[in-house]
């Protein structure tokens, strides 16, 4: 199994590992230098501050799944909004932590969102 993995990531599909770079960049910009910018700016409480980073990592955990498991699109954004939402259910045992509903929310709306590319990708894959 981790051969198929690995000799899948030696010949990526390009558009789906480009999707997964750049959804993991924002999901990383959104969790550090976003907020920091907005402390500065003075908005850092702004609603969509507080649930970009889980959008974007529900696209990013979308993709990936797709990507590395050749797992196949309704069932990679379904593992996707689990993963999120499991995030989200730990945050509950967490010190200074706060699970909050609308991050689920925005977590399973990036992966629904990542569900039209998966599907364009999953349709053009070798056979």
Not at 73 to 87: D, N, T
């Amino acid at each position: 199994m981790l051969d198929d993995v690995v000799a899948r990531l030696r010949h990526p599909d390009r558009w789906l590992l480009a999707f997964v770079v750049a959804a993991f960049v924002l999901w990383i910009a959104a969790v550090g230098p976003l907020r920091s910018w907005a402390s500065e700016a003075g908005i850092r409480g702004h609603w969509t501050l507080g649930v970009a980073p889980s959008f974007f990592a529900g696209g990013t955990l979308a993709a990936w799944q797709a990507l590395a498991a050749a797992t196949p699109p309704v069932a990679s954004v379904v593992l996707a909004g689990a993963l999120v939402s499991l995030a989200e259910v730990a945050h509950l045992a967490m010190p200074r932590q706060t699970a909050d509903l609308w991050d689920v929310v925005t977590g399973l709306a990036g992966a629904a969102l990542s569900l039209p590319l998966l599907k364009w990708r999953w349709s053009h894959r070798a056979a």
